[in-house]
């Protein structure tokens, strides 16, 4: 064969092998894209304290880090602040409140790494700290054992020596609760005898002076939340306790009661959540589920009625409600909309009667449960229940608050 008939095989050669490749490319089952599971924002930190130990952790999901810390006592209940920096530490028992350090700094459109994740300075001591709230830059904690008030502010947290401002509002001793208004006065729940639950809430300033006296008197009241206009209490609404509702206080002092929906029987709403970004007032009983309480048609509505729901949390951005049943499904809905967004399986099925059950919070990414039992916070795939990354921490983690900021945005 010349060199010419041995080009034009050659040449022909190549054309049969590209075509029996495209043929073959055609009629195969193309590869799927992997799917790609997003991390979490670079500044967000959960924080677990455990029963029985005094191991305090933190974690860093974006790194997949764990950081381990001593508090005073265990079994504390920990509340992350309204700036995101903080974290409140409330031992009830020991008349003790600490504050941790997340050791970011927001700067609207980045964070700074401030400093290294530590106990902050300032401590509080009132007479059995039960209650938390925080708006912007103030903490606030209604103490049960003496009926006060203790108020600190972030700028105050990193001095030496600091404590928490003691307001007396001349309360006397109960388990309270108290919400903040834009104008800087207080909501605060008043009982008339000393250790009974309360009945009737008063507005004051922030020295505790008395600014509105209480209109409505209603059965217990139990849980409450603020927009900053309105502060709404979940409460019976009568002193018989058979019927229950929401107690709505104005910031100029005016009061009126919204009714449970009609069948609901003699129960309270006793958590009461709102949700920043969505505008919405949530209520919640682990008899009943979660309603929406809609304060412009004076009205409480079904998100979930169910009996077995034992967790309900707004996400960190406050525009999705996740509620936890006993059978380990999760669901998400959509508060701007009312709408189930997704449901599922996610841990495995909880005991009624175990006294620590799991506790959830959630990003807007992930959904975060520690089991005690498991001595493990379970942090789950939103996208995709069936993705969980597991971070051992303490030997019975109970407790579980996220703080720092749902943002990637640094120096870096």
Same mark, same amino acid.
């Given at each position: 064969?010349?060199?010419?008939?041995?080009?034009?095989?050659?040449?022909?050669?190549?054309?049969?092998?590209?075509?029996?490749?495209?043929?073959?490319?055609?009629?195969?089952?193309?590869?799927?894209?992997?799917?790609?599971?997003?991390?979490?924002?670079?500044?967000?930190?959960?924080? $677990?304290?455990?029963?029985?130990?005094?191991?305090?952790?933190?974690?860093?999901?974006?790194?997949?880090?764990?950081?381990?810390?001593?508090?005073?006592?265990?079994?504390?209940?920990?509340?992350?602040?309204?700036?995101?920096?903080?974290?409140?530490?409330?031992?009830?028992?020991?008349?003790?409140?600490?504050?941790?350090?997340?050791?970011?700094?927001?700067?609207?459109?980045?964070?700074?790494?401030?400093?290294?994740?530590?106990?902050?300075?300032?401590? +509080?001591?009132?007479?059995?700290?039960?209650?938390?709230?925080?708006?912007?830059?103030?903490?606030?904690?209604?103490?049960?054992?003496?009926?006060?008030?203790?108020?600190?502010?972030?700028?105050?947290?990193?001095?030496?020596?600091?404590?928490?401002?003691?307001?007396?509002?001349?309360?006397?001793?109960?388990?309270? +609760?108290?919400?903040?208004?834009?104008?800087?006065?207080?909501? &605060?729940?008043?009982?008339?005898?000393?250790?009974?639950?309360?009945?009737? $809430?008063? $507005?004051?300033?922030?020295?505790?002076?008395?600014?509105?006296?209480?209109?409505?008197?209603?059965?217990? &009241?139990?849980?409450?939340?603020?927009?900053?206009?309105?502060?709404?209490?979940?409460?019976?609404?009568?002193?018989?306790?058979?019927?229950?509702?929401?107690? $709505?206080?104005?910031?100029?002092?005016?009061?009126?009661?919204?009714?449970?929906?009609?069948?609901?029987?003699?129960?309270?709403?006793?958590?009461?959540?709102?949700?920043?970004?969505?505008?919405?007032?949530?209520?919640?009983?682990?008899?009943?589920?979660?309603?929406?309480?809609?304060?412009?048609?004076?009205?409480?509505?079904?998100?979930?009625?169910?009996?077995?729901?034992?967790?309900?949390?707004?996400?960190?951005?406050?525009?999705?409600?996740?509620?936890?049943?006993?059978?380990?499904?999760?669901?998400?809905?959509?508060?701007?909309?009312?709408?189930?967004?997704?449901?599922?399986?996610?841990?495995?099925?909880?005991?009624?009667?175990?006294?620590?059950?799991?506790?959830?919070?959630?990003?807007?990414?992930?959904?975060?449960?520690?089991?005690?039992?498991?001595?493990?916070?379970?942090?789950?795939?939103?996208?995709?229940?069936?993705?969980?990354?597991?971070?051992?921490?303490?030997?019975?983690?109970?407790?579980?608050?996220?703080?720092?900021?749902?943002?990637?945005?640094?120096?870096?």
């Amino acid at each position: 064969m010349n060199t010419k008939n041995k080009l034009k095989a050659a040449a022909l050669f190549i054309l049969f092998t590209v075509g029996f490749a495209a043929c073959k490319k055609d009629t195969d089952t193309p590869t799927p894209e992997p799917v790609v599971t997003a991390k979490e924002q670079k500044f967000v930190r959960v924080l $677990v304290s455990d029963e029985t130990s005094t191991t305090l952790t933190q974690i860093d999901p974006f790194a997949a880090k764990i950081s381990t810390f001593t508090a005073k006592y265990p079994l504390a209940n920990i509340y992350g602040t309204a700036s995101g920096r903080y974290a409140a530490v409330l031992y009830g028992a020991q008349n003790l409140v600490e504050v941790f350090d997340s050791g970011l700094q927001s700067h609207d459109d980045h964070v700074d790494v401030d400093g290294i994740a530590k106990w902050a300075a300032i401590t +509080a001591n009132g007479i059995k700290p039960t209650h938390f709230k925080s708006k912007g830059n103030e903490s606030l904690i209604f103490n049960d054992g003496d009926g006060t008030l203790s108020v600190g502010s972030d700028a105050d947290f990193n001095t030496a020596n600091a404590k928490f401002k003691v307001v007396n509002a001349g309360l006397l001793p109960h388990h309270g +609760a108290m919400a903040q208004f834009t104008n800087g006065n207080y909501a &605060i729940t008043a009982t008339n005898t000393a250790g009974a639950s309360p009945t009737k $809430v008063i $507005v004051t300033d922030k020295n505790g002076t008395l600014v509105h006296a209480a209109t409505q008197n209603v059965g217990n &009241i139990h849980g409450n939340a603020s927009d900053g206009q309105n502060a709404v209490f979940g409460a019976f609404t009568t002193p018989a306790a058979t019927s229950g509702g929401v107690l $709505v206080v104005e910031q100029n002092g005016t009061q009126r009661v919204i009714p449970n929906p009609d069948g609901f029987g003699a129960f309270r709403l006793a958590t009461i959540l709102y949700a920043e970004s969505a505008k919405k007032f949530i209520g919640y009983v682990a008899t009943k589920g979660a309603y929406l309480i809609d304060l412009t048609a004076n009205r409480i509505s079904p998100i979930y009625a169910g009996a077995d729901a034992f967790q309900c949390k707004v996400d960190y951005a406050g525009k999705n409600l996740l509620v936890l049943t006993l059978d380990g499904k999760l669901r998400i809905y959509d508060l701007a909309s009312g709408s189930l967004k997704k449901e599922g399986a996610a841990i495995t099925a909880v005991v009624a009667t175990d006294t620590y059950k799991p506790v959830l919070e959630a990003t807007a990414r992930y959904a975060y449960v520690a089991v005690p039992g498991a001595g493990e916070v379970q942090q789950i795939d939103l996208t995709d229940f069936t993705k969980v990354i597991r971070h051992k921490v303490s030997a019975r983690p109970v407790r579980l608050t996220l703080f720092g900021f749902e943002s990637s945005a640094g120096h870096n």
